[in-house]
């Protein structure tokens, strides 16, 4: 077998917006004459490409994550990607999320062939040990770590870490392809929707310090050689806003400094959280302040869900319309106050009525005079249960321009990724 490799391919370091498939930090890329394989610092299989002609397109690809998910990144229809979602590529887990827009990847006969063949092409990579160059050997003998046993098993430890997988990154964490570090500072959630499918039903219960600064040791034990190499800080879990301003700052520095990303070559860090109407009206400005001035970018996403009374009382969310508008309002101030510091939010898709679309546009008229590209809102279908939508592709496509033409701030479908 025919194999080139180098050893160290240096892809962006700072969050781009491209009509290419972008890759972040370092990588090794092995290429066979049926396969191109990316692979961490560490060898372990990170994007994989089909060569043959059947591979739906060049530009498309596979993605493992460190949840040991697979994502495949359809250009489908270019231009509505970015329009819909904010970025040109789809990704299309191997799981019910995003799939009503992104067709089936995982049953086209190169994405199966592809799964399925390289490990076989790493094992015969490595039998090929003694004819490779001295300085390779080092990096081949690594590739052991591809066994598919040995990667669920990290994938098991990582959550051990934390103590949960993550069901659903912030929408944010689009910005660095969902490459990030998840620190949990908090378990369970201050409200208890009944259209949520993510929570677990607790209250919000803040993990102690001594517990997070165990976890980030035990992280960069994890991370081993991909230690700043990854762009990306996530403090979950589901209101992580919530926990105390002191205790957010010492568990965002410990992780900063502890995990490489105060020394890492990437531009500027990025932090990633959720947060509650009920914990962004409590943040004091000082928090803001702090985060305004830290070294890295913060993202807050809140789930608002509706500005509609009767669509909060049967999505089971305990806020009413008044205190709704007050977030969207604190969201505006922050976003206007402190440009390191971007809150967006969240908003559902219930009906087909339109009761909440409707809501939801009254809302941003009230408050915004003019356009703005600060404040993100995520439009989130509901996946299941009775309130699920009931419309196919065209016509959601046609309601989500709709609204994005109305709209004074940016727009895009909700594209959930767990870790």
């Not at 992780?255 to 070559?265: E, I, M």
Request: hydrophobic letters at 35%; a positive charge; glycine letters at 8%.
């Amino acid at each position: 077998m025919t194999v080139s490799i180098e050893p160290s391919k240096h892809g962006l370091y700072r969050p781009t917006k491209g009509g290419f498939p972008v890759r972040y930090g370092e990588r090794v890329q092995i290429t066979t004459p049926e396969l191109t394989l990316e692979l961490d610092r560490e060898g372990r299989i990170r994007y994989l490409t089909g060569r043959t002609r059947e591979w739906p397109s060049p530009l498309e690809y596979l993605k493992r994550t460190d949840g040991d998910d697979w994502v495949y990144y359809s250009l489908g229809e270019y231009a509505d990607h970015l329009s819909l979602y904010g970025e040109y590529y789809l990704p299309c887990p191997d799981y019910p999320t995003n799939r009503p827009l992104g067709g089936e990847p995982f049953r086209r006969a190169p994405v199966i062939d592809a799964l399925r063949t390289w490990p076989e092409a790493l094992r015969e990579i490595r039998a090929q040990r003694a004819a490779l160059p001295s300085n390779l050997r080092p990096f081949v003998d690594r590739l052991a770590v591809n066994d598919p046993q040995l990667l669920a098993e990290r994938a098991r430890k990582l959550h051990d870490i934390i103590g949960s997988a993550i069901p659903v990154l912030p929408p944010d964490a689009r910005h660095v392809d969902y490459d990030v570090v998840p620190l949990i500072v908090a378990d369970g959630c201050r409200y208890g929707c009944s259209f949520c499918c993510v929570n677990d039903g607790r209250g919000l219960v803040p993990r102690p310090m001594a517990a997070i600064r165990a976890q980030i040791q035990a992280l960069k034990s994890w991370l081993g050689r991909q230690t700043g190499n990854v762009q990306g800080l996530f403090l979950g879990l589901h209101d992580a806003l919530s926990v105390k301003g002191d205790l957010l700052r010492r568990a965002a520095e410990e992780a900063h400094h502890r995990l490489g990303f105060d020394d890492s070559p990437f531009s500027r860090p990025q932090l990633y959280l959720f947060g509650s109407v009920d914990s962004l009206l409590d943040a004091e400005d000082r928090l803001f302040e702090w985060l305004g001035a830290a070294p890295w970018s913060t993202f807050i996403n809140v789930g608002l869900e509706s500005a509609d009374g009767e669509t909060l009382r049967r999505l089971g969310k305990p806020l009413t319309p008044d205190r709704v508008e007050a977030g969207f309002r604190r969201m505006l101030d922050v976003n206007a106050r402190w440009p390191n510091v971007e809150v967006t939010a969240n908003f559902v898709f219930l009906s087909d009525d339109g009761r909440s679309d409707d809501a939801m546009l009254e809302l941003m008229s009230r408050h915004l005079s003019r356009r703005s590209s600060r404040g993100t809102c995520y439009l989130s279908p509901l996946m299941s249960g009775a309130t699920r939508p009931r419309m196919g592709r065209r016509p959601l496509l046609q309601r989500i321009h709709r609204l994005q033409r109305a709209a004074p701030l940016p727009l895009h479908l909700y594209l959930i990724q767990r870790l």
